[in-house]
Structure formats: structure tokens, C-alpha cells
């Protein structure tokens, strides 16, 4: 996909193939949510693809998982059977969501926000839950600044870090470190 995003832009090969998408790393993203072994809450699946990480948590029991992908809607609604909703990472750190969550899994997706973005769209997570769950194919981006690390590990090349967020969550009153 590299030579892909190269030719079209991240945006533009999402725009043009999103329909169609699949993670070739299904497998291993499976293999890494049940390795971290979650318990069944509220799951926002940020950049939710064709549903790999959703697949995954129904697997698990998970049964209130929203997805939001601007580019693979279609691609998840066929194999979820949900609507994901249309929102990008600039809308999401422009405050268009709101609704509060238990858990987001970003799966895949992270690592190609531009570094300038990246603080606003971390903070704004932080405001629509208390955990955050990174699947990447490198472990990248840095997001320390508005997350602490619980832990990670690699599953057939395929990182997964588990934050908790770090930030006054307003919501409750109260400080999540």
C-alpha cells in the first residue's frame, strides 16, 4: 500500500479503493485485541476500515462499537452490517464528535496523521474517552503528550499500545493519570 499512498496521496487512495478496502493484517489485529483481553464497553473503532477491529471486539463480546471512517463506509457496512460515521481526523479534532466512549480503537490510521495535526486530534480523544488503543503496522506516531503508555506488544509485526488518558476529564471531575 506505501507505493499505493505514494501514487495517490493517503486521502486519494482512501477516496479511490475505501469501497473495496480490507487490512491485509486482519489476522494479527484480531490476534492483538485478544491478546489485551478488554472488557466488553463502549468502543469507538476511529478509522474503522472494513471492520477488522469491530470483527474483532464482537468476537470478544463487545456489542456497542461504533465506527466512524470517511473513506471505507461502505467497505465496513457490508462486512459489520453498521453505517460508520462520516467524520475525518480534522472534523473529529475540530469538535464535531462528541459523544462519549469507553474505549477508541484506532487501528491502522494513526500513524498517517500529519505531525502538525496531531496534538488537537490527541487532545479531542482524550475528551471522548479515558482509553486509547493504537494498532499500527509501526509504532508510530509519538502520542505520549495527552496519553500515558499501560503497555504494549508486537503481534506478527503489528504494534499495539494501550493509553490511558491523561488529561482533566470533564465529564466526571476528575483527574485520569
Not at 114 to 130: C, D, M
Not at 147 to 162: G, S, T
Given at each position: 500500500m506505501r507505493d499505493e499512498y505514494t501514487l495517490y496521496g493517503v486521502e486519494g487512495y482512501y477516496t479511490r479503493f475505501g469501497a473495496h478496502y480490507r487490512n491485509p493484517q486482519e489476522a494479527a489485529i484480531t490476534e492483538a485485541l485478544k491478546q489485551l483481553n478488554p472488557k466488553p464497553?463502549?468502543?469507538l473503532?476511529?478509522?474503522?476500515?472494513?471492520?477488522?477491529?469491530?470483527?474483532?471486539?464482537?468476537?470478544l463480546g463487545f456489542t456497542n462499537i461504533i465506527g466512524i471512517d470517511p473513506y471505507t463506509g461502505e467497505a465496513y457496512r457490508q462486512r459489520t452490517g453498521q453505517?460508520?460515521?462520516?467524520?475525518?481526523?480534522?472534523?473529529?479534532?475540530?469538535?464535531?464528535?462528541?459523544a462519549r466512549y469507553d474505549m477508541v480503537v484506532c487501528s491502522f490510521a494513526?500513524?498517517?496523521?500529519?505531525?502538525?495535526?496531531?496534538?488537537?486530534?490527541?487532545?479531542?480523544?482524550?475528551?471522548?474517552?479515558?482509553?486509547?488503543?493504537?494498532?499500527?503496522?509501526?509504532?508510530?506516531?509519538p502520542i505520549e503528550q495527552f496519553?500515558?503508555?499501560?503497555?504494549?506488544?508486537?503481534?506478527?509485526?503489528?504494534?499495539?499500545?494501550?493509553f490511558e488518558s491523561q488529561t482533566l476529564n470533564r465529564s466526571f471531575g476528575i483527574l485520569i493519570s
Open positions: 464497553c463502549r468502543v473503532d476511529l478509522a474503522c476500515g472494513s471492520g477488522e477491529a469491530t470483527l474483532a471486539l464482537r468476537n453505517t460508520a460515521l462520516s467524520i475525518t481526523f480534522e472534523g473529529i479534532a475540530a469538535g464535531l464528535l462528541a494513526l500513524h498517517l496523521v500529519e505531525e502538525s495535526r496531531l496534538p488537537l486530534l490527541l487532545w479531542r480523544l482524550t475528551q471522548l474517552a479515558p482509553r486509547l488503543v493504537v494498532i499500527s503496522p509501526i509504532k508510530r506516531p496519553w500515558r503508555l499501560k503497555r504494549e506488544f508486537v503481534v506478527e509485526r503489528v504494534h499495539l499500545r494501550d
